[in-house]
């Protein structure tokens, strides 16, 4: 029953945080309010807008009782002023988008996927947590909501194609003092570097402990050496208890 | 702060506690898939969100027999929550049973000093298994092997002689970690 998979999320697993970002979506049925266990959903009536959770948003989509409303930040015109961005600035990532404030009382601050980052009013420059999967997943089922499909699929494509680069550019300073800014960067993306680069990271630490071992005892050593004269009787001291 | 900000924060207090469940269970979940060692099991929310999947799982049943269509659909999207939520509850709880098969003598002991504090590190049931497990591990070694050896080697948890027995989880392992914002 135990879990046979490694530590760290896989795709698939990011796939499906990915599915519970809040989508906007023009329903072309009704449907009543639900008590969902993820807390209640709103009773959709066409053709009043409505956020919902991406996963739901598929399923409507895929059965024909609603309409995908792309998030502002995926179409081509936004796509193209981040990926200029990108390129212009060689070694960060484009900034993620604006935060919701702090809730005042002592609940856990929000994060990703649980951040309107994707809805109808989210911020057009700026990519979210999610970008990735959330862009190919809608592309892959709701493509006739877009204007122009395949502008968008080839930005994306040749946006993941300059990030992933910076990634990569970074694993040259993973060594202990090294370090790079990763503001910004997606969690596909960590997910898929991750298990090469926390392996990095892990495979030096262990040399440096290794190295940092075989320092102290050749300095141990020299500081036994140090009481040159004893050193000697005490070998025979123990050839003699043997 | 400007008129968004207020506005958002309203929206913030008045969220539900299922949907505030559901994120802690998330977070729960990826910090227990992504973490080297196990982490303290969450017991009220656990307590929780097992009652509502119960609940919702008795209502699924109650409604199956109904065939009036526009219920069905309900019930799809209903039924589609309900495993979703079953995945990550499974997952969590595997990820969890996974750390405790590859270190249970470390994990036990952990356990067993984290009972002074608020928070125990495993569920009863979690203990129950990895008791039990360990007991039928240790029967079986000592009924095939271990009984031959002399009586001081027949340890499983010795710790003499510089090195452990005892397997620990590589807690300095490199993880990536997510800072929504820095204070």
């Known amino acids: 029953m135990a879990l046979p998979l490694p530590p760290g999320l896989t795709p698939p697993e990011i796939a499906f945080l990915c599915e519970m970002e809040l989508v906007t979506v023009i329903p072309r049925q009704r449907l009543e309010g639900l008590e969902l266990l993820g807390g209640p959903l709103k009773p959709l009536n066409p053709p009043q807008r409505s956020d919902i959770s991406l996963w739901l948003a598929l399923l409507l989509k895929r059965q024909r009782r609603a309409n995908i409303l792309p998030p502002p930040w995926l179409n081509t015109h936004s796509l193209t002023a981040i990926l200029d961005h990108e390129t212009e600035h060689g070694d960060t990532f484009s900034p993620p988008p604006r935060l919701p404030p702090q809730p005042s009382d002592n609940t856990l601050p929000i994060s990703p996927p649980f951040l309107p980052t994707s809805t109808a009013d989210a911020a057009p420059d700026a990519l979210p947590y999610h970008w990735l999967e959330l862009g190919e997943m809608l592309l892959e089922a709701a493509s006739d909501d877009f204007e122009e499909p395949d502008q968008v699929r080839k930005l994306l494509r040749g946006l993941r194609e300059v990030r992933m680069s910076k990634l990569r550019s970074g694993v040259e300073v993973l060594d202990a003092a090294g370090g790079i800014k990763m503001n910004g960067v997606g969690g596909m993306e960590v997910g898929e570097g991750r298990s090469f680069i926390t392996g990095v990271i892990d495979g030096l630490r262990k040399i440096g402990a290794s190295r940092e071992q075989q320092r102290k005892d050749r300095d141990a050593e020299e500081a036994e050496n140090g009481y040159s004269g004893t050193a000697g009787d005490y070998d025979d001291d123990e050839m003699d208890m043997q | 702060m400007d008129i968004d900000d207020l506005l958002a ?23 227990e898939r992504t973490a080297p060692e196990i982490l303290n099991w969450p017991e009220e929310l656990m307590e929780r969100v097992l009652e509502r999947v119960r609940r919702q799982i008795e209502l699924v049943e109650d409604q199956t027999g109904n065939m009036d269509p526009k219920t069905n659909f309900k019930l799809i999207v209903i039924q589609t929550e309900l495993e979703r939520f079953k995945f990550l509850v499974r997952s969590f709880l595997r990820a969890r049973l996974n750390k405790i098969d590859q270190h249970p003598l470390h994990i036990r002991a952990q356990h067993t000093a984290s009972l002074d504090s608020t928070q125990p590190l495993l569920s009863p049931s979690e203990l129950q298994y990895l008791t ?6 240790s029967q079986h070694y000592s ?26 989880p590589d807690e300095d392992r490199a993880v990536f970690r997510q800072m929504p914002r820095i204070e």
Do not use: C
């Open chain 2, 143 to 168: 009924a095939s092997f271990l009984s031959q050896f002399p009586a001081s080697l027949q340890r499983l948890d010795d710790t003499t002689g510089g090195i452990s027995m005892v397997d620990k």
């Open chain 2, 9 to 31: 924060e309203v929206a913030v207090d008045s969220t539900p506690e299922e949907s505030r469940d559901l994120q802690e269970l998330t977070r729960a979940w990826v910090a």
């Open chain 2, 132 to 137: 039990s497990h360990q007991a039928l591990l």
